[in-house]
């Protein structure tokens, strides 16, 4: 059966310093992989995805991530965190078996310190 | 500019009132999707339309219902609402089932 773990419901992390969103899953096939992100009462957005070729993906806002096959997982990260980033972030997947539903992770909520 | 348009963005119905939540979209997407969301859970699929052919999923309650006249405009309606239908509405849209999703704003329905 797909999956998705986010593994930590709260991240906290001082402005300026590296931040990571963990997300690990389970297909059955080619993993698509998603990341977005919720700012309070409003609706999800795209951050970036991973379908093929690099393993580092660049996305909006300075995010990127690290599709690691051996490991399953697709970690979200960003250099330097603004307070700005303050959200709750979804990780998703899709297998690219003919599925076309998205697996949603619980959600983590990351908090950027002043 | 606004993508993906949900309208309105907070209603209010009594217990047992029929409401009917709208989205639009500038996108010409093909898929139009409904998702519900409670309480900063991951949001939850209802149904969605790929062009005009409609994809119940199976554990969504007979109370839902949805019509998507054209390319541009999907409804969800909630014939009966429970107090546990109080939540957030997303609508969302994609080109393609396998791509990603462009989401709306969202509809936070209080039922009284």
């Known amino acids: 059966a797909q999956s998705v773990a986010q593994p930590e419901d709260q991240v906290n992390v001082a402005e300026g310093n590296p931040l990571t969103v963990k997300c690990t899953y389970s297909?059955?096939?080619?993993?698509?992989l998603f990341w977005y992100v919720q700012y309070p009462n409003r609706g999800l957005q795209f951050l970036l995805k991973?379908?093929?070729?690099?393993?580092l993906v660049k996305g909006s806002y300075g995010f990127e991530a690290e599709f690691n096959k051996s490991q399953t997982s697709f970690h979200l990260k960003k250099p330097s965190a603004l307070v700005s980033d303050s959200a709750l972030y979804f990780c998703a997947v899709r297998d690219s078996s003919g599925t076309y539903k998205y697996i949603f992770g619980t959600g983590t909520r990351l908090k950027v310190l002043a | 500019d606004a993508m993906v348009i949900q309208n309105p963005r907070y209603q209010v119905t009594q217990f047992g009132k029929p409401v009917t939540l709208s989205c639009s979209q500038t996108l010409n997407h093909n898929v139009m999707y409904w998702y519900q969301q409670k309480s900063s859970q991951a949001p939850k699929l209802l149904f969605h339309?790929?062009?005009?052919?409609?994809?119940n999923e199976a554990d969504t309650p007979d109370n839902f219902q949805s019509r998507r006249p054209n390319t541009s405009f999907c409804f969800l309606d909630i014939r009966s609402p429970g107090l546990g239908d109080a939540a957030m509405y997303l609508c969302?849209?994609?080109?393609?089932?396998?791509?990603?999703?462009?989401f709306g704003p969202g509809t936070r329905l209080t039922v009284t």
């Open positions: 297909v059955s096939g080619n993993p698509y």
């Open positions: 339309y790929y062009d005009k052919d409609f994809n």
């Open positions: 969302a849209t994609s080109r393609d089932k396998r791509d990603e999703q462009y």
């Open positions: 991973y379908i093929t070729g690099d393993n």
